[in-house]
């Protein structure tokens, strides 16, 4: 169930992508000192592999060999012309299992105005195609370098709609404002969130039906609150996306409408040796007009993680985790849905302890590695694992990970 | 051991530095955060503000951040990570020895960056902050 990607050409070579693009990231980066003043090229890479006892992760991570079906690969340019106009666009190839074959597509790419610009404050206007602004992680979820931990917290940042949640096209308005008090800054937003292929469809519906989701208007709003220069930050998040489904020909399912809307408390403490953070989400989701009975669903979900990462020298760092998800908060041990479905309860759960390893050999560089002990398969991906009876509750999962960036 | 030396040598003898083209001789705490935080651009006289730092294990840019800034060198990277790899900001730029930060804000108009007194000469003003 994570993103399929855009329904492009054939699928190169993976051994072409893995040399070819880093040699292009290699060579922009020998470049990049002879570059105009205010354009600058960054980009990433990395390489992971994964080894789970059962239970597909990003590939075949349950098989003797493991999988090292986990790439990402990212360039981009920004450029300001003017102090107060930016350009900025990203283009990302993203390998993780079946869902996320690694086609190369625009992350980003928007016009930023900032039409009023203080000492003590700023507000602006972006005009494209924007990260969605989700908790502390979701800006920036495919850059290892920005992650506490080689998978996020799945309870949070699942791939289930990976593609809705990552991005959209639209307008946001964004402001921020500085005093003694802390920093406040906020970025709101009306777009047209991504809706390709039968991702969407399997994800809210189970399996790709005839029709197919359109978006609609749908709405993004973060707050930022950072106190004493960042030691601490709170955020406030929350958006409404709003999706119609046009049936198709012999369609069993009547012109519908889903409205997803989550919501995320996060905060974190930032101390010189640890940090302290956690996040708490709760999801609305409701479906209306189907017409089939067991797809008008409305329920929420609930999800949380407190982390600890402690940084032993400024090369090593150690992180801890524990992650919730409740699929249905009214049903949190799964026992309704698995009467209701005949389907095993795990379904609609996890809890996964987390404990991992972050080695900076060079600022550009570095290597982790991490250890899940899960309690549930509500986060798997449906793809990895085709067959649900397989699908076992208790089960383990390490990985390791090579990222370079410049 | 070394390295407390070292951070003791840099935390004694540094400045913030301009280039000469800048009119500020002063600036107020919360600005210099916002400009090393790379989320103000310009000065007051509308020029570019062009931020130039060390690299984040070098012991000036960890005194710079810590005395002057009041923040950790692993905080002021996750800020500038979230504002490049989102597109709604950009870096710093990375200078790779104190001779190279006096020639980048010596010859780049609307440069700041931060110096030993010992490397410093004319080719560039010293900032205090208020």
Redesign the interface.
Known sequence: MYSISNSGPARSPWIVRLVVVPAFLWSFAAQAEKLP??L?I?G?ASQGWLKSSENNVFGKSASDSGSFDFREL?L?A?M?PL??L?F???MLSRTAGEGSPGNIRLD???I?Y?FL?G??S?LGI?LGR??NPLGFYN??RD?P??RPSILLPQSIYFDRTRKLAIAADGAHL?G?H???MGVISFQLGAARPLVRGAETEVAFLGHDFPGHFTPKVSYIGRVIYEL???KLRFALSGSQLNLGYNPGAADIIQAATIRFTPLIFSAQY?A?RWSLTAEYARRHLEYKNFGVAPLNLDFTGESYYLQGAY?IT?EWEAMVRYDVLHIDSDDRDGKKWASANGRPAHNRFAKDITVGLRWNIT?SFMLRAEYHRVNGTAWLSTLDNSNPADRSQHWDLFSILGSYRF | MLYAISMARATDQYEIITHTGVNEKTL?K??L??IFGM????W?D???I?VFVM???APLHTAFSKEK???????LR??W??L????????PYTVASPEEMLARVAS?PGAIGYLNKSMMDGRVNVLHIK
Not at chain 2, 39 to 42: A, F, V
């Open positions: 003043q205010n600058q960054h990433f990212g981009n920004s300001r102090t107060n930016q900025s666009a990203q980003y790419g928007f930023d900032t610009s000492e003590t700023q972006r924007m990260k800006d920036t850059v370098f920005t964004y921020e500085r005093s003694s004493d220069e960042g930032n010189e940084r400024p600022p | 107020s919360g600005s955060r916002a989320r103000l651009h310009t007051p509308g020029t570019a062009r690299p984040d294990d800034l009041n923040v950790f060198p692993y905080q996750s800020a990570d979230r490049v790899f989102s597109g709604t900001g950009q870096a780049t």
